[in-house]
């Protein structure tokens, strides 16, 4: 069953957003998909932080936009529109209007023919090969760095924790490579709750583990955790 929204360029709209997610991180299911990606493109500005889950939500989205969305999608309606509707753009012109590049290019090729395809190289082409190159190099190296999708479990020592200062200690924590996203607290038993929140991060610049134990449970933030699991990883 699609999940329906109002107009989401009105003010009302992005309420209604906001109100969505307050018991959740995503539009629907457990990670991003394309039911997220066709609201963020319904959203004609940044929700105002004072709107605090859909301005969490939109960080995070932001952070996946060039990524791939795994989660499964529901379907969402925004204005009579479906989510396929929403996020593919209309198909490009059959035919290309010519150019004068375009009419010119049997010129151009008749040229190619002239060309002395073994001849020596110059300086020029030979640092523009090495530029080219590079750039390959480099392309291919940003490609292959992954990111990460991580849901952790921050446990207070008691339930006398403040817990406000405990999920600001862990958004203090600031690395490159590393996103907070939308959090909640759980309760635990005993009147204690636990801090659920969302984190995304690039495989190459952050280690879970080394982040747990040099950053969370050690250091400042560790007058407020005392422990911290990893409840969900997944590749994004």
Known sequence: MAISFDNLATSEGVQ?????????SYISGYQASKDDLAVYLALKEVPPSNLVNASRWYSHISALIRSSFPGESVGVSIGGLETRELITPPAAEAVAPETPASANKSAAEEDDDD????????????AAAAER????????KKKESGKSSVLLDVKPWDDETDMKKLEEAVRSVHLPGLLWGASKLVPVGYGI?????????EDDLVSVDDLIEDHLTEGPAAEFIQSCDIAAFNKI
């Open 193 to 201: 709750k636990k801090l659920t929140i969302m984190m995304t991060i």
């Open 16 to 24: 209604q957003l906001d109100q969505y997610l307050l018991t959740r």
């Open 133 to 140: 190159e590079a750039s390959v190099k480099a392309s291919t």
């Open 115 to 126: 060309l002395d395809l073994f001849g020596e190289e110059t300086e020029e082409e030979k």
